[in-house]
Nanobody, 115 residues
Framework: QVQLVESGGGLVQPGGSLRLSCAVSGNIFSSYAMGWYRQAPGKQRELVAT???????NYADSVKGRFTISRDNTKNTVYLQMNSLKPEDTAVYYCNAKRGPFSHWGQGTQVTVSS
């Protein structure tokens, strides 16, 4: 059974940092691209960052230069390092694993940026 479990969310002041983690079980990590998405209240879910099996990354314009996605294939874990956080980064952050038509989601972790 495939499971994606996010952790690392919380409350942080503007300008602060957080690192999100997503642990993947179910023997898919070595064959799936990974990504982080977010959904703010009243808004649609949006792409934050993706990373391919080979380590190629892609970022939303709104987070370029501030967020970094990485994956540890020995730990079956994908990370999202978030620096210089802004109030508009407040959202539920979701981990995603994707290969072709197949897609798996985590349950999400809340990130709140507020003073």
């Amino acid at each position: 059974q495939v499971q994606l479990v996010e952790s690392g969310g919380g409350l942080v002041q503007p300008g602060g940092s957080l690192r999100l983690s997503c642990a993947v079980s179910g023997n898919i990590f070595s064959s799936y691209a990974m990504g982080w998405y977010r959904q703010a209240p009243g808004k649609q879910r949006e792409l934050v960052a993706t990373i391919t099996l080979g380590g190629n990354t892609n970022y939303a314009d709104s987070v370029k230069g501030r967020f970094t996605i990485s994956r540890d294939n020995t730990k079956n874990t994908v990370y999202l390092q978030m620096n210089s956080l802004k109030p508009e980064d407040t959202a539920v952050y979701y981990c995603n694993a994707k290969r072709g038509p197949f897609s798996h989601w985590g349950q999400g972790t809340q990130v709140t940026v507020s003073s």
